[in-house]
């Protein structure tokens, strides 16, 4: 039996690649709110540009991804995104700056969904757990993307060059990288092939109205939605507004602030590369739940911090708890429906994905009246949300998925 590691690696790249790349933008959010001269409520403004591109792709994002294939999509989004990615720090404009979001957004989400489209399918020719540790690439992308952003700026360079160089890099290895990703004629071939009986029991599971299932799909689908959206509001959150906290409530500087967001991203990527490992051992719900009241908790920390040393503790509980929650559910659903691909990313990311551009414009408004702190206390309970969430809905739904 084949272990498809070739496709496994280069999709590990595009997660890695994709987190480096956004990871290096981030540190540059309070200097552009500095240079523009960004009120909180403004620069949430123009990070809800970004949200209203992620929202604009979601509803083909996935549908795109399942007619033409998910490797197409991204060799092609990922062109966009990496060049999309440098072009915000540059404009000069409220107006001007608030576009080039959209183009972050919209592009990114299109690779966002398509490369854990073609992760799903990586991982249903496997017949093993993966998402877990791709989406531990994509932090380990972030915390290198971080890491080299703290070191430029405490170098004696023009911070202006830096994104520009460190792009045309990510954007050379995607290039290669995308050559020999799964196609999804072949993920499909393979499975008709290989896992006749798998799929069988996920159909007969999941397939009681075949005249309306995708509605059907979508009902059962929502809970796991629903838990998405909390856990990437928080995501959001963090990584668009810890390092202005940061810097703006506690004085740490830039540098320092992107210390705090390696710290969180070092935290994600070490509990990402474990996860799949974490589920097997102790169930989806144990992890789960437990990741929910470290997410809170991190968060409470970095809003009562009362030095930005104590907010690197609070980034790095964060990061260990809002790790897991979007692999665990992505991987749980495309179980529970027997589903894998652009079917049931899309629907998950169409309330999952957007929070995490549509949480930091609602807490910069939020910050705006009331203050940071107060926002990221705000943030901290919606996290420990998903416990009822769980309690009231998922219940059966996680108990079907099973360890896998």
Request: some cysteine; proline content about 4%.
């Amino acid at each position: 039996m084949q272990n498809y590691s070739k496709p496994h690696n280069r999709v590990r790249t595009i997660f890695f690649l994709h987190g480096a790349a956004f990871s290096s933008w981030v540190p540059h959010i309070p200097l552009v709110q500095e240079r523009l001269g960004l009120g909180h409520d403004e620069l949430g403004g123009i990070l809800l540009a970004a949200a209203i591109g992620v929202l604009a792709v979601m509803p083909i994002a996935g549908r795109l991804s399942d007619r033409i294939g998910s490797e197409l999509v991204v060799r092609y989004s990922g062109l966009a995104y990496f060049i999309a990615v440098g072009i915000p720090v540059f404009m000069q404009s409220y107006v001007s700056i608030s576009v080039a979001m959209f183009a972050l957004g919209f592009s990114g989400a299109f690779l966002d969904v398509a490369m854990n489209a073609n992760g799903l399918n990586v991982e249903r020719v496997k017949g093993r757990s993966i998402m877990s540790g791709l989406h531990g690439c994509w932090s380990l992308g972030g915390f290198a993307g971080a890491g080299v952003a703290a070191a430029w700026f405490a170098l004696p360079f023009d911070n202006s060059y830096h994104l520009p160089v460190i792009l045309s890099v990510f954007l050379i290895a995607h290039i290669i990288a995308q050559t020999k990703l799964l196609p999804d004629r072949d993920a499909i071939a393979i499975l008709q092939d290989n896992q006749e009986t798998a799929d069988h029991a996920a159909t007969g599971n999941a397939g009681t109205s075949d005249a309306q299932k995708d509605r059907p799909m979508f009902l059962m689908l929502l809970p796991f939605g629903v838990c998405a959206f909390i856990g990437q509001f928080g995501e959001g959150v963090i990584t668009d507004w810890a390092t202005v906290f940061m810097n703006s409530e506690l004085s740490s500087g830039a540098t320092m602030a992107a210390v705090g967001f390696a710290i969180y991203s070092c935290a994600m990527a070490a509990t990402r590369l474990s996860g799949d490992a974490l589920v097997m051992k102790f169930g989806r719900a144990p992890v789960l739940l437990t990741s929910s009241v470290l997410a809170s908790l991190g968060t409470f920390i970095i809003a009562l911090s009362p030095h930005y040393i104590v907010a690197w503790i609070g980034c790095g509980i964060a990061g260990t708890g809002l790790a897991v929650i979007l692999p665990l559910l992505l991987s749980a659903a495309s179980k529970a429906t027997g589903k894998g691909g652009g079917a049931v990313v899309s629907i998950i990311a169409a309330t999952g994905y957007s929070a995490i551009m549509a949480g930091p414009p609602i807490i910069g408004a939020i910050g705006q009246v009331a203050g940071l702190v107060t926002a990221f206390a705000i943030t901290a309970s919606f996290l420990a949300l998903i416990i009822p969430v769980y309690l009231l809905t998922m219940r059966a739904r996680l108990q079907f998925a099973s360890n896998g």
